[in-house]
């Protein structure tokens, strides 16, 4: 079958659960789809996870890409980096990009990811405030840190904690913020939260917790970050680690069922049966997702449904957390 003969697959995300989806799906029919993906970001699919690794010194970028460029044009998939979708046309089945260009598809697959959260405070635009969630943001910490100096983490959650650690690493004067009084205080008790912020101040990371962010104060830059009982904690970086939800907003506009996430049944379909979803931007059974294991699950049956079986289904997995700090 000629390319120009098979149905037209789009894939909006470029990321670890929209190609898993795809390997799944080429696997076990590589003649079904002429697919196209659409990335946000410059790169081929890496692994986010190991982003913290990358900014502790112990991986370079190259080590966590999981598809090179060769891996699409071997698999004649065509990859759209650097563009966003602004607008999903349902009822034509097209599509159209940030840039201008017009798509069709047959079906798609919504693997739109999350946004980070950021606090309803002051000084959030400022140039050395950076969330941590892509190349990009890996990248500025790591500039930022070969001048030294000092960063404060807004989160104590993992990713807060593997942020500041990293900073660390690299030789910058670290504290972090926590709203709650015990770290990691959905994975941990409070015995165990304090054994991990006693281990972290061994290390040289200063925390102020239970406390709350009031503002990030400077001038043309974030010069320090203000608590809610005035104490402030001088920075000459600011990381925002306080959680991430589900990025809706395209499926929003297309008028598909969303919530928390953008809603999806067993067979990881959306309310449209033509568009399916997968990873972080959706919502299952009340649900959301933020961890590998379910998002692999996830993708394994979308990737089996977009290649003719209709058995797949999704049961959610028992899941687990790792602090990446050694």
Known sequence: MSSRDRAQLVVIGNGMAGMRAVEELIARAPDRFEITVIGAEPHPNYNRILLSAVLAGDKTLDEIVINPHGWYANRNINLISANRVGAIDRAAHTLVLADGTALAYDKLLLATGSKPLAPPIPGLSFPNVRAFRDIADAEAMIAAAQGGG?????????????????????????????????????????????????????????????????????????????????????????????????????????????????????????????????????????????????????????????????????????????????
């Open 150 to 326: 000092r960063a404060v983490v807004i989160g104590g959650g993992l990713l807060g904690l593997e942020a500041a650690w990293g900073l660390k690493r690299r030789g910058m004067s670290v504290a972090l913020v926590h709203l709650m009084p015990t770290l990691m205080e959905r994975q941990l008790d409070v015995a165990a939260g304090e054994l991990l912020r006693r281990d972290l101040e061994g290390r040289g990371i200063a925390f102020f917790t239970n406390s709350q962010t009031e503002e990030i104060a400077g001038h043309d830059r974030a010069e320090a970050v203000v608590l809610a009982d005035g104490r402030r904690i001088p920075a000459d970086f600011v990381v925002l680690a306080v959680g991430i939800r589900p990025n809706i907003d395209l499926a929003r506009a297309a008028d598909l069922d969303v919530n928390r996430g953008i809603l999806v049944g067993d067979d990881m379909a959306t309310s449209d049966p033509d568009i399916y979803a997968v990873g972080e931007c959706i919502e299952h059974n009340g649900q959301v997702f933020g961890l590998v294991a379910p998002i692999w699950d996830q993708a394994k049956v979308a990737g089996a449904r977009l290649a003719g079986d209709g058995e797949a289904v999704y049961v959610p997995p028992p899941v687990f957390t790792s602090l990446k700090i050694t």
